[in-house]
């Protein structure tokens, strides 16, 4: 969270963004409350993945999910559990992904105003970014 708010401030110096890198990132879902009933959730699991951004590079995002008691199985088109997620992660990560949203907007850049091949985007983010 305190990344995200001093990045307006900080976006173009490099040293501070790359000391970020490797840094450990928590997200919760912000509303501890069933969207049914109001009653308080429950962390059901965590999950954690290696994500990779264009500003900080390389993190770890651990994310958590919650569920209702009461209403875990409330979805009608699946057996799975009812899980909330973190709208903070849902924000900088797809959900299944590990490049964040502004790496791909980089990426798009670099290839439809830039004009760039894949092979020269992959040599650019091996450079510039990621391990
Ligand atoms: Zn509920």
Request: aromatic share 12%; hydrophobic share 35%; glycine share 4%.
């Amino acid at each position: 969270m305190e990344e995200l708010r001093l990045r307006p401030i900080f976006l173009n110096n490099k040293s501070y963004c790359r000391s970020l890198a490797n840094t450990v990132v928590r997200a919760y879902p912000e509303d501890r409350h069933c969207t049914f009933c109001g009653l308080p959730t429950k962390i059901l699991k965590t999950s954690k993945k290696t994500c990779y951004s264009f500003i900080i590079g390389k993190f770890t995002l651990i994310e958590g999910y919650a569920y209702c008691e009461e209403h875990k199985r409330a979805a009608i088109d699946s057996n799975e559990i009812l899980k909330y997620r973190s709208l903070f992660a849902t924000e900088i990560v797809e959900k299944g992904y590990k490049v964040t949203l502004d790496l791909m907007v980089k990426i798009g850049v670099l290839r439809y105003l830039h004009y760039r091949q894949l092979e020269e985007i992959k040599v650019f983010l091996k450079l510039q970014y990621l391990d």
